[in-house]
């Protein structure tokens, strides 16, 4: 394994031009349009965006081109060697899927409480159609352990942009809007019943991304 693995950091010279690359690609070929900036906090926290596109990741980074965004990518993309080199450099640390991976949480505590914005897809995964999948509840936890709000987010286009399969970018309109922030403490202070507080908390962030969502013009939800 990687020695990096054991210590988060980012390379800031190439997080700022990985940023800017994007923001020049994607500005002009894409039409790329950035909504609710202004709700993000000055300090840390943590950004949820849905996930529908392989180019979500550089649709974030280009949307926060002032501004240092780290990341919590599959571990099997750190296997890759010119891929690793890229992505560690922008920003991006290992977690291991589907495992508790408690080394990535502590990584991504100590981002946020070094003031960095996080950038975590929630969902755990890419939706396979397009559509919203249930919020993993390590965001809860995270969002717990180091007191940093939760800003919602919706992407779409991307998946037009760059389709399921295909290595060609289309120029075609890619669009995120980023939410009112959520305080995992104010929410469970005021949390009724015996329920889960960190699944009603992941529901409560995947209720603010598809409301991004919609305010963009799409559907989260196949039956809606």
């Known amino acids: 394994m990687n020695p990096k693995y054991n210590t988060p950091g980012v390379t800031p010279l190439g997080s700022w ?3 800017h690359l994007f923001w020049i690609v994607m500005r002009p070929w894409n039409h790329m349009k950035v909504v609710g900036k202004e709700n993000l906090p000055n300090g840390p926290c943590i950004l949820a965006p849905n996930h529908i596109s392989m180019i979500d990741p550089p649709v974030v980074s280009a949307s926060m081109v002032d501004r240092i965004v780290t990341y919590l990518g599959k571990a099997e993309l750190f296997e890759v060697p010119v891929v690793n080199y890229f992505i560690w450099r922008a920003g991006c640390m290992p977690v291991q899927q589907n495992s508790g991976d408690r080394r990535a949480i502590r990584n991504a505590v100590e981002m946020l409480t ?4 996080l950038c975590l897809f929630s ?3 890419r939706s396979a159609d397009g559509y919203l999948l249930p919020i993993q509840k390590g965001i809860s936890m995270i969002a717990k352990m180091s007191g940093a ?3 919602p987010a919706g992407i779409v286009g991307t998946r037009d942009a760059l389709m399921p399969g295909d290595n060609h970018l289309y120029p075609r309109p890619v669009v995120i809007s980023y939410g009112k922030p959520i305080s995992f ?3 469970s202070e005021h949390f009724e019943g015996e329920g889960d507080v960190m699944e009603a908390f992941a529901q409560r962030v995947q209720q603010g991304i598809a409301e991004q969502i919609r305010n963009l013009g ?5 039956d809606e």
């Open 17 to 19: 031009f990985l940023r």
């Open 114 to 117: 070094r003031g960095h914005i």
């Open 123 to 125: 969902e755990g995964t």
């Open 149 to 151: 709000p939760v800003v």
């Open 185 to 187: 403490q104010q929410f």
């Open 218 to 222: 799409g559907k989260p939800y196949r």
